[in-house]
């Protein structure tokens, strides 16, 4: 049977325009690109033309793009270039609800010396700029903010945060990973030093990323080895799986608006229909500057878990807020962050959406639902007088 698939910012069904794209060379064209043969040529002819509709995508010249395995290594490469090239600088600015692939890593140096500021988000997971203008210093060697929640789908403000960081004179990475694909980004206009996107976030196979760096911006490599990448990042290319992300980014850009409409209707009246039908529910997050796609849901006295379990049986995949701390039972950090009460963090549910998305499906939740978690509130340890009462209007 075919999943009912809500759980689009965990990973996403490869195009299959994408797929027919790169089957040749998964195939018949399996040629090193770096070899001197035009078998092998020929792949590299195909790789360039890959590279330069990414970079027309993007806004930003072909060489300032550095292909890569996932969003993940964009992450670290970015953060450790800083660090490498500039040795005197050893504080790190970035958010408490970036990814694992930024926090793990700042955790990580700072067990190894470096300093690092975590900024705060308000109940709504929203940033004040004041506080991060006041957290740059003198030895900052990065600032690495996030452009769109992966949990939450909250929208940071990134020409402002650019404009910010290009007048403090301080290099800026953003995680893109959620954002490329559903936000239109010129690189042309927004300033920033760095940028990380991942294939299989918008509907490319999963192994292949982009590493925007631009022009200007020292840069030490993360993978040492041959000259792939002008030197930059060894290894030899996954030339099928750039190939298809090529195809999925144009995709993308060409039917950014048409798409996003409508995954926003289907979206918002997912949102609606569960707020309307089950009381003690809300939104979490800033539901103006938001992507599309992304719906988290907090459902009180239940736990998350158990919702996902009961959906499963019917076919539906969403995700809890905690799916990266899973086998913990702390709610998710992003949550925790925004001040989420506990009742309501650890009843948490994303629904992430994607063009494939249909009527049907979002039907079949709102069918479904209510009586989940009327179910597991029935059964709920946390049950007291208070859910007896009525919906409130939060
Ligand atoms: C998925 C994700 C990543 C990690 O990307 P991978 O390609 O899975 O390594 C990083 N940041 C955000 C915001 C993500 O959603």
Redesign the pocket.
């Given at each position: 049977m075919k999943p009912v698939y809500l759980d689009n910012?965990?990973?996403t069904m490869s195009a299959p325009e994408v797929v027919a794209e790169m089957l040749p060379y998964l195939s018949e064209f399996y040629g090193n690109p770096s070899s001197m043969h035009s078998f092998g040529g020929r792949v590299g002819l195909r790789l360039k033309q890959a590279r330069s509709d990414i970079a027309g995508t993007l806004g930003c010249q072909p060489d300032e793009i550095i292909f890569n395995?996932?969003?993940?290594?964009?992450?670290n490469t970015a953060i450790l270039s800083a660090l490498a090239a500039q040795p005197d600088k050893r504080h790190i600015v970035t958010t408490r609800v970036?990814?694992?692939?930024?926090l793990s890593l700042a955790r990580h140096l700072e067990e190894k010396g470096y300093e690092v500021t975590y900024l705060g988000v308000d109940e709504k997971g929203r940033l004040d700029m004041a506080e991060l203008g006041q957290a740059i210093r003198k030895d900052t060697a990065i600032v690495s903010i996030?452009?769109?929640?992966?949990e939450t789908g909250v929208i940071f403000p990134l020409p402002e945060i650019a404009a910010l960081c290009k007048a403090r004179g301080v290099l800026l990475h953003t995680?893109?990973?959620?954002?490329v694909g559903k936000i239109d980004i010129d690189l042309a206009k927004l300033p920033v030093s760095m940028l990380?996107l991942?294939?299989?976030?918008l509907h490319a196979p999963?192994?292949v990323?982009v590493l925007y760096v631009r022009k200007g911006t020292p840069f030490r490599p993360f993978l040492i080895g041959g000259h792939q990448e002008r030197g930059r990042r060894a290894g030899t290319e996954n030339a099928a799986g750039i190939i298809a992300l090529a195809k999925a980014m144009t995709l993308a850009k060409e039917h950014m608006v048409a798409e996003n409409t409508q995954v926003k209707a289907l979206r918002d009246r997912l949102e609606a229909g569960i707020l309307a039908a089950i009381p003690h529910s809300l939104v979490n997050g800033d539901t103006e500057h938001r992507l599309p796609n992304t719906s988290s849901i907090a459902f009180k006295f239940v736990e998350g878990e158990a919702i996902l379990l009961m959906l499963d049986q019917y076919g539906i995949c969403a995700s809890s807020g905690s799916a990266c701390t899973s086998g913990s039972l702390e709610p998710s950090h992003v949550l925790r962050a925004m001040g989420v009460p506990f009742t309501y963090a650890h009843g948490s549910i994303r629904f992430s959406l994607s063009r494939y998305t249909t009527d049907a499906e979002i039907d079949l939740v709102l069918e479904k639902l209510p009586g989940i978690i009327e179910t597991l509130r029935r059964m709920s340890p946390f049950r007291d007088e208070e859910a007896a009462k009525p919906a409130c209007t939060c």
């Open positions: 910012n965990a990973t395995s996932c969003g993940s290594e964009g992450d970036e990814h694992p692939a930024v996030m452009y769109a929640n992966n995680d893109a990973v959620q954002a990380s991942s294939g299989h976030k999963k192994g990323g």
